[in-house]
């Protein structure tokens, strides 16, 4: 399964942008990057998703670095309903499973 | 947008008796539907890959006798906890997929 690293928790404040960084050095190269975010005791929310390019939806942006082995979610105007847990997904050759790791958590300070 | 509708939303249940868990796909049909499991303060993990009309596929570890999962039509997926234990206390999480992945509301589970 393709790994991948997030900060264990980050912080912002209401109304700033917030860059949440994924290391996923070993997806392969057809693997979209999946976001998901988790608010407490509901199931998992998609966010965004992209392969190469970067992506723009009414939620957040996806930027993707050139060589795939990162990207960043970018929450552009953090509020307070934005708080929970995000995760970095990447696709898994193709197979249809969802892999989650430990995810970043947000806290978003009013 | 597609919905997956998981039933019940909570469950108390007495140690080694069965707790079944339903998960629906309200407005698009799914023959394949994933189901996790989460503790507290961890993330999720994948027990396994409900297929219709077909044996669900396991991930290592997950013992396919004590958690039976049905999927007898394309909208319907069931996961029973047979024999509980405190220990399988959890909230255990559905999932479908459309053009995205779209997750249950969750079950906890809490084996007394």
């Known amino acids: 399964d393709a790994k991948t690293t997030q900060p264990n928790s980050m912080e912002s404040n209401e109304e700033e942008p917030v860059h949440l960084p994924c290391n996923h050095s070993?997806?392969?190269?057809?693997?979209?990057i999946h976001w998901y975010r988790q608010l407490p005791s509901q199931g998992p929310e998609y966010v965004i998703h992209?392969?190469?390019s970067n992506v723009n939806n009414r939620m957040a942006s996806l930027a993707i670095a050139e060589d795939r082995k990162s990207s960043t979610l970018i929450l552009h105007r953090a509020t307070l309903r934005d708080a929970a847990v995000y995760y970095c997904?990447?696709?898994?050759?193709?197979?249809?499973?969802?892999?989650f790791g430990k995810g970043t958590k947000l806290t978003v300070n009013p | 947008g597609a919905v997956v509708s998981q039933h019940p939303s909570w469950v108390i249940c007495k140690s080694g008796t069965s707790v079944k868990i339903e998960c629906r796909s309200l407005?698009?049909?799914?023959?394949?539907m994933f189901w996790y499991r989460q503790f507290p303060k961890q993330s999720l993990m994948l027990m396994a890959t409900?297929?219709?009309?077909?044996?669900?596929?396991?991930e290592q570890g997950v013992e396919k006798d004590k958690f039976l999962i049905n999927h007898a039509s394309l909208t319907l997926s069931t996961l029973t906890v047979t024999s509980a234990h405190p220990e399988d206390s959890s909230f255990y999480i559905c999932?479908?997929?459309?053009?995205?992945?779209?997750f249950g509301s969750g079950t906890r589970l809490t084996v007394v």
């Open positions: 999932s479908a997929k459309v053009l995205s992945y779209t």
């Open positions: 070993t997806i392969s190269g057809t693997d979209y």
């Open positions: 992209g392969l190469t």
């Open positions: 997904i990447p696709g898994q050759g193709g197979s249809e499973k969802l892999v």
């Open positions: 407005d698009f049909q799914a023959t394949t």
């Open positions: 409900s297929n219709e009309g077909s044996k669900a596929t396991y």
